[in-house]
């Protein structure tokens, strides 16, 4: 249960194009940490080598390490599907699967890799998992009906829903909020800081002030061009980057002077 | 006056286009559904003198019902083993195209595969007749003298090996790149976000198919082997040629049974007057089981409507 990321040297590559260059940062387990930069900074990029599905597109790969309580997530012999079970992912557009009920999308995790469950616990535990996603209020009643017939809202918290089912120890979030309307997102935000209490969070935004509402420490990427690798500007507690931040480039970025 | 603002001002050529495609379109569903009509009428009214006449007159002399439903069956036969050997491998081709294997392995594989569908269905024919009919008589004797108390596989075998088994493997080979084609374009199109969200649950990728590419191409997956059954059942010039034709038997590996396109084709060129309104019947019947696997295809592509991800 919440462990801390440590981050050693990481390059990222699209096959020879080195997208994300020489990231080093620790998180905090129990913390939520927000990723903010302009687009094509490489947070998405990096946040994805965090569960190993950067390698997942073709061509893509990493030099460095990724240490999940001191173990390295790209060390020999470490496969991609155990890492992915204990760090799960959040997606920019809600992704529920559309042949599946609300009941088995969230339990599509648990039943992987030959597990069993038994009815009554799968019972209290789509129950459990749809209460700590806020939703279960809202699909109690229609849990055997499909996953997307919901809102887009409801459709990203059955997505969180699917995720801590499987009991994981980080949860990346990709531009959670990014397809959602403002209220939607004031659900997601509030979910996130119940989930720090049980999670280790880090979580991707192009919404500054999203980022100041939920995350405890910021990190801020910028990219010097086009074709050239996004780096780590700077890495601190979320009030001090937002009122007091030490690099030009993200006092420009925080103060809306660009990006 | 007050005029409507709203009004278009004058007819714009926008508007004539719009009306110029509504119609072509129309026209063309039209034509098909006129077609199909068409097909329909000329088979009933070519067929009615079978269904009218003595039954004594009738190819057998036991009336038309016993005269079509051993081709009937022999049709089905030969329909069923092509799709229980093709739709097997050919799912698992497309998967091993679209997900497994590497980029500079799959686009020239899945240009074979579909160039197998570009051979014409008589080179088929000679193919089976003449390479794998005698290639598989060992395999028929061996079948016959340790699986021989089923009676699919009933002994004693065919010398020549053309039997129904030869058949179905002929036209398995046929309807393969249909199946492939098709299912891999749809397992092509699977969503991204399905399969990452697959992933970054910890699924295997073997897993991740089941979950979200398998799902989200099933009715795709029905349509393509519906197709490859349309092809099944209506080839004619591969069975004529391959199948040393008989009364209905259950073994498979003795010469016997019979399709009905093959039928017609055999023995339409020397048909006239009842015999020919025999085998347009035949054809009307064939178009008939056709429609009803279709139906029941449909049915079963909209029964899981509400699973379908369309909402």
């Known amino acids: 249960m919440a462990k801390r990321i440590d981050v050693n040297a990481l390059n990222v590559y699209y096959s020879k194009f080195l997208a994300v260059e020489d990231i080093s940062i620790n998180i905090e387990p129990k913390s939520v940490t927000a990723f903010i930069g302009p687009s094509g900074c490489g947070k998405s990029t990096f946040l994805r080598t965090l569960n190993r599905m950067h390698e997942v597109i073709p061509g893509g790969r990493v030099e460095g390490e990724v240490l999940l309580d001191g173990d390295d997530l790209y060390g020999p012999g470490v496969d991609p599907v155990t890492v992915r079970s204990q760090i799960g992912m959040v997606f920019q557009r809600p992704n529920p699967f559309p042949t599946m009920s609300i009941k088995d999308n969230v339990l599509a995790g648990v039943k992987l890799n030959g597990k069993k469950i038994s009815r009554s616990d799968a019972d209290s535990l789509v129950e459990k998992?749809?209460?700590?996603?806020?939703?279960?209020?809202?699909?109690?009643?229609?849990?055997?009906?499909?996953?997307?017939?919901?809102?887009?809202?409801?459709?990203?918290?059955?997505?969180?829903?699917?995720?801590?089912?499987?009991?994981?120890?980080?949860?990346?979030?990709?531009?959670?909020?990014?397809?959602?309307?403002?209220?939607?997102?004031?659900?997601?935000?509030?979910?996130?800081?119940?989930?720090?209490?049980?999670?280790?969070?880090?979580?991707?935004?192009?919404?500054?002030?999203?980022?100041?509402?939920?995350?405890?420490?910021t990190a801020f990427f910028n990219i010097a061009g086009t074709g050239k690798p996004g780096k780590l500007i700077e890495y601190n507690d979320t009030a001090a980057i937002f009122s007091n931040p030490e690099q030009k480039a993200t006092e420009d970025y925080v103060s809306g002077r660009f990006g | 006056m007050t005029t409507n603002a709203l009004k278009s001002k004058s007819s714009t050529s926008g508007q004539a286009g719009d009306k110029i495609f509504s119609g072509t379109a129309l026209a063309a569903g039209v034509l098909i559904l006129v077609t199909l009509f068409a097909v329909a009428i000329f088979l009933l009214i070519q067929a009615l003198p079978t269904f009218v006449a003595d039954p004594a007159d009738i190819s057998g002399g036991e009336g038309f019902f016993a005269y079509i439903w051993p081709i009937v069956i022999g049709t089905v036969i030969a329909a069923a083993i092509a799709l229980l050997i093709a739709t097997p491998i050919g799912i698992g081709v497309a998967l091993f195209i679209s997900h497994f294997a590497p980029r500079k392995v799959a686009g020239p594989l899945g240009y074979v595969i579909d160039l197998l569908a570009a051979i014409p269905s008589v080179i088929y024919g000679a193919w089976g007749y003449m390479v794998l009919a005698p290639a598989l008589v060992p395999i028929f004797e061996w079948l016959a003298a340790n699986l021989g108390f089923i009676p699919i596989f009933a002994g004693p075998a065919s010398q020549t090996g053309k039997t129904m088994f030869t058949a179905g493997i002929v036209l398995a080979v046929m309807v393969l790149p249909i199946i492939t084609s098709l299912s891999r374009e749809i397992f092509l199109q699977t969503p991204k976000l399905h399969e990452e969200a697959a992933l970054a649950?910890?699924?295997?990728?073997?897993?991740?198919?089941?979950?979200?590419?398998?799902?989200?191409?099933?009715?795709?997956?029905?349509?393509?082997?519906?197709l490859g059954l349309g092809r099944a059942l209506g080839e004619t010039m591969a069975v004529a040629l391959v199948l040393s034709t008989g009364n209905l038997i259950p073994s498979l590996i003795k010469s016997g049974n019979q399709t009905i396109a093959a039928e017609i084709a055999l023995n339409f060129p020397e048909a006239f007057g009842l015999r020919l309104a025999e085998l347009i019947a035949a054809g009307l019947v064939l178009f008939l089981i056709t429609l009803i696997v279709n139906m029941i295809a449909r049915g079963i592509i909209a029964r899981h409507k509400e699973f379908s991800g369309a909402n």
């Open chain 1, 129 to 217: 998992s749809l209460r700590g996603a806020n939703l279960w209020n809202e699909v109690k009643d229609r849990l055997d009906k499909p996953g997307s017939g919901l809102s887009g809202g409801q459709q990203q918290r059955l997505c969180i829903a699917r995720t801590i089912a499987v009991k994981p120890d980080v949860i990346l979030m990709d531009e959670p909020c990014s397809a959602l309307d403002p209220i939607s997102t004031l659900a997601i935000e509030d979910l996130i800081n119940e989930l720090k209490s049980d999670y280790t969070v880090v979580i991707v935004t192009h919404n500054m002030q999203q980022a100041a509402r939920v995350s405890d420490k």
């Open chain 2, 201 to 226: 649950l910890g699924a295997t990728r073997w897993e991740m198919i089941t979950m979200s590419v398998i799902p989200f191409a099933r009715p795709g997956i029905i349509s393509a082997v519906m």
